[in-house]
Protein backbone atom coordinates (compact mmCIF):
# COMPACT_ATOMS: atom_id res chain seq x y z
CA UNK A 1 0.00 0.00 0.00
CA UNK A 2 1.17 3.57 -0.91
CA UNK A 3 1.87 6.04 1.83
CA UNK A 4 -0.92 9.11 1.77
CA UNK A 5 0.95 11.68 -0.83
CA UNK A 6 2.90 9.60 -2.75
CA UNK A 7 2.88 8.82 -6.73
CA UNK A 8 2.18 5.32 -7.59
CA UNK A 9 3.91 4.49 -11.17
CA UNK A 10 1.84 2.02 -13.54
CA UNK A 11 4.13 1.59 -15.93
CA UNK A 12 4.08 -2.15 -15.63
CA UNK A 13 0.62 -1.94 -15.97
CA UNK A 14 1.08 -0.01 -19.39
CA UNK A 15 3.38 -2.68 -21.34
CA UNK A 16 1.49 -5.33 -19.98
CA UNK A 17 -1.39 -3.90 -21.88
CA UNK A 18 0.49 -3.27 -25.11
CA UNK A 19 2.55 -6.14 -24.66
CA UNK A 20 5.71 -4.65 -24.82
CA UNK A 21 8.89 -6.11 -23.03
CA UNK A 22 10.43 -3.24 -20.78
CA UNK A 23 14.19 -4.18 -22.82
CA UNK A 24 11.99 -2.82 -25.52
CA UNK A 25 11.09 0.02 -24.17
CA UNK A 26 14.56 1.07 -22.99
CA UNK A 27 15.69 0.73 -26.52
CA UNK A 28 13.04 3.06 -28.27
CA UNK A 29 13.14 5.88 -25.44
CA UNK A 30 16.88 5.31 -25.56
CA UNK A 31 17.21 4.96 -21.57
CA UNK A 32 18.85 1.67 -19.88
CA UNK A 33 17.44 -1.02 -18.69
CA UNK A 34 18.42 -0.34 -15.36
CA UNK A 35 16.59 3.29 -15.19
CA UNK A 36 13.84 1.89 -16.50
CA UNK A 37 13.31 -0.42 -13.91
CA UNK A 38 14.37 2.06 -10.96
CA UNK A 39 11.29 4.27 -12.57
CA UNK A 40 8.90 1.05 -12.88
CA UNK A 41 9.65 0.29 -8.74
CA UNK A 42 8.91 3.86 -8.05
CA UNK A 43 12.57 4.26 -6.53
CA UNK A 44 13.48 7.12 -8.94
CA UNK A 45 13.00 11.36 -7.50
CA UNK A 46 12.04 12.37 -10.41
CA UNK A 47 11.80 11.99 -14.61
CA UNK A 48 12.48 14.55 -17.02
CA UNK A 49 9.22 15.45 -19.14
CA UNK A 50 11.11 14.41 -22.74
CA UNK A 51 11.98 11.07 -21.31
CA UNK A 52 7.67 10.80 -19.89
CA UNK A 53 6.86 12.06 -23.39
CA UNK A 54 9.18 9.50 -24.92
CA UNK A 55 7.58 6.80 -23.04
CA UNK A 56 4.06 7.85 -24.06
CA UNK A 57 5.11 8.63 -27.60
CA UNK A 58 6.60 4.40 -27.25
CA UNK A 59 3.10 3.34 -25.30
CA UNK A 60 0.56 6.05 -27.18
CA UNK A 61 -0.71 6.89 -23.57
CA UNK A 62 -0.61 9.93 -21.94
CA UNK A 63 1.42 10.52 -18.55
CA UNK A 64 -2.10 9.90 -16.52
CA UNK A 65 -2.03 6.32 -17.83
CA UNK A 66 1.44 6.19 -15.89
CA UNK A 67 0.89 7.48 -12.82
CA UNK A 68 -1.07 7.66 -9.92
CA UNK A 69 -1.75 9.55 -6.92
CA UNK A 70 -2.14 8.07 -3.40
CA UNK A 71 -4.46 10.63 -1.72
CA UNK A 72 -4.72 10.89 2.14
CA UNK A 73 -5.42 7.50 2.73
CA UNK A 74 -3.04 5.77 0.60
CA UNK A 75 -5.16 4.75 -1.61
CA UNK A 76 -4.90 5.37 -5.36
CA UNK A 77 -7.59 7.01 -7.39
Sequence with gaps: M???GD???TLDVMLARRKMK???LAAQVGITEANLSLLKS?????VRFDTLAAICA???CKPGDLLDYAGAGGEAS
Design 2 to 4: AAP
Design 7 to 9: IIV
Design 22 to 24: AKD
Design 42 to 46: GKVKG
Design 58 to 60: ALD
